[in-house]
């Protein structure tokens, strides 16, 4: 075995942990569209997708297991004599064991996936509800109506409608994932800190880490869009 040809099957398996958070997405949209569908979260096929996402989170759990575990020995190996190759795979075995046995349910339960899953049904059922109960559009004038969604969908950076929307964990503020995060980029590369660009935000120090995707907010944009024939 030589070590540098398992760097190539790490990256394979991360590959999968890409298409896995990408399933993880899809099972998010179409559980969407249930609760949009049925205004409620207690349905059969809501519960199943929640399983869905729960196992998916536990494989993508797994792969992150085995691949920091293989690259912990490697790191090990290469500063041990030759002979230590030939107990690579063993050490592997034992560490990915270990990691395993102490991921618990709630580790789980905790995978940001799984955690933007129920938030996103959770603030789609309650805007499902005020709909259904006109508390919003009742109360407002079309005009103000219009002023005030086309403010919420526009990025504060690119000053247009967004087409990826996150949040701002910190000042509950969203912009374009792709906009903000270049934004970051360019503030880092002048060795300073990137301060919201919400007018008035007293956020100043905007990074990655603070950010979260809203497939509530994207899939509002989508619907104003298609109601104002934008698309």
């Known amino acids: ?93 034992e560490r990915v064991a270990e990691r395993m046995d102490a991921v618990s349910d709630a580790d789980i339960e905790r995978h940001s996936k799984v955690v933007d899953f129920r938030d996103s049904i959770r603030k789609s059922l309650q805007q499902a509800n005020q709909v259904a109960c006109g508390s919003v559009e009742e109360e407002l004038d079309e005009d103000i109506a219009v002023t005030q969604s086309q403010t919420n969908f526009t990025c504060p950076l ?14 509950q503020h969203y912009y374009d994932h792709e906009a903000i995060l270049s934004h970051i980029k360019m503030k880092q590369n002048n060795k300073k800190k990137c301060r919201c660009p919400v007018v008035g935000c007293g956020n100043t120090d905007v990074r990655p880490v603070d950010l979260e995707p809203d497939l509530v907010m994207r899939r509002t944009i989508k619907n104003h869009k298609r109601q104002t024939g934008k698309s």
């Open 1 to 93: 075995m030589s070590l540098t040809s398992i760097q190539p099957q790490l990256s394979v398996l991360k590959l999968c942990q890409t298409d896995i958070n990408t399933g993880m997405d899809i099972v998010s949209e179409v559980a969407l569209d249930l609760v949009e569908a049925q205004a409620t979260n207690d349905s059969p096929g809501v519960k199943k997708l929640e399983q869905m996402m729960l196992e998916c989170a536990k494989l993508d759990q797994e792969i992150n297991c085995f691949v920091e575990s293989v690259e912990q020995m490697i790191t090990q190996v290469r500063r041990e004599p030759p002979h230590a190759m030939f107990k690579l795979k063993d050490s592997v075995k």
């Open 158 to 171: 690119t000053q247009v409608e967004m087409v990826n929307p996150v949040k701002n964990k910190k000042c």
